[in-house]
């Protein structure tokens, strides 16, 4: 199996992926929650059986034009609107009671814009936080390979291009199905880190072992052989993941849904990557080919000679 030989195709279906998120995230952009936006989620159940479309139209003639509202299989409505103050939420509560009965609050909570901000920069200190620690931590555990720094940097690129990927296709999936970015959606993000790192280091590793060995003196072949004797794996990990994460989809619930779904698409995304993509770019790298990797039509033999 030449994987490696093929690397090029590769970066081009990664190309296409990458082209495909930036399109998806300028067009639709993400849908975020009240943890990133600001807001307040008020739940309620009324005592007595009331249509989406009623309840939904009376919202509106309320004021709330741009709210939000979804409903359960229990018959809990949940109303999503800017932020409400007490005043406020039991106000909207006196005229939801006044025009079908008796109702339950079941939950309520808001969050302003200057938290929602807070997290928003938090989130994204997170996950750059995580990408430094794993450059860091990749050269250092392979401080005894030549050019070190390769294996850490290819790791973080092909890290970068899992969580971008991901991104622009829960962007896209999100636009069609209404997902929500929240918190469980960074969690998700993360745990993509972790899982696809991991993977990472296995195939990087074994090149580690093929190249201490002197398996060959060509170092694409050392590579391509090192993916070959991890691919079985890396795609068994995968797949017991994607189970796990399948179950969670169709039988947990809402509650955890951006997490599950964030976490089955950065699966495949990151096997992708592990598999196909990091590996190339240590190829690339050994041999000068980040002019033909860029498209700018440089050979490999005129890479060397500068």
């Keep these: 199996m030449n994987i490696v030989g093929k690397r090029f195709w590769y970066f081009l279906a990664s190309g296409v992926l990458i082209l495909l998120g930036i399109i998806s995230l300028s067009t639709f952009g993400l849908k975020s929650a ?3 936006s600001s807001g307040s989620i008020l739940s309620v159940t009324l005592d007595t059986p009331v249509e989406y479309s009623q309840f939904k139209q009376e919202i509106t003639q309320l004021g709330y034009k741009d709210a939000i509202v979804q409903s359960t299989a229990a018959g809990e409505f949940l109303i999503r609107t800017q932020q409400l103050s007490e005043e406020q939420k039991a106000s909207l509560e006196s005229d939801l009671t006044a025009k079908f009965g008796t109702l339950s609050e079941s939950q309520f909570y808001s969050v302003s814009s200057l938290v929602a901000s807070e997290t928003t920069r938090n989130a ?7 990408l430094i620690g794993i450059l860091i931590y990749v050269t250092i555990a392979f401080r005894k390979m030549p050019n ?12 970068f291009h899992d969580v971008f990927v991901t991104t622009g296709l829960f962007s ?12 469980m959606f ?12 991991n993977n990472t280091i296995v195939v990087f590793d074994r090149i580690r072992e093929n190249t201490i060995r002197g398996v060959s003196a060509n170092f694409e072949t050392i590579v ?3 993916v070959v004797e991890t691919i079985g794996r890396s795609m068994n990990t995968s797949i017991t ?6 179950a969670l989809i169709l039988f947990v619930g809402a509650s955890i849904q951006s997490f599950a779904i964030t976490l089955f698409i950065g699966n495949i995304v990151g096997t992708f990557d592990s598999v196909f993509v990091a590996p190339g770019l240590l190829v690339v790298w050994d041999k000068h080919e980040w002019g033909r990797f ?13």
């Design 34 to 36: 009240i943890e990133f």
């Design 124 to 130: 994204a200190i997170a996950v750059g936080v995580a």
């Design 148 to 159: 070190a720094f390769r294996l850490g940097a290819s790791s973080v690129i092909a890290l």
């Design 172 to 183: 896209l999936f999100g636009h069609i199905f209404g997902w929500e970015l929240n918190l």
């Design 186 to 197: 960074i969690t998700g993000i993360l745990t993509i880190i972790g899982y696809s790192i």
């Design 224 to 226: 391509n052989n090192s």
């Design 241 to 246: 993941v994607m189970i796990v994460t399948l």
């Design 294 to 306: 860029i498209g700018r039509g440089l050979k490999p033999a005129e890479a060397k000679a500068k």
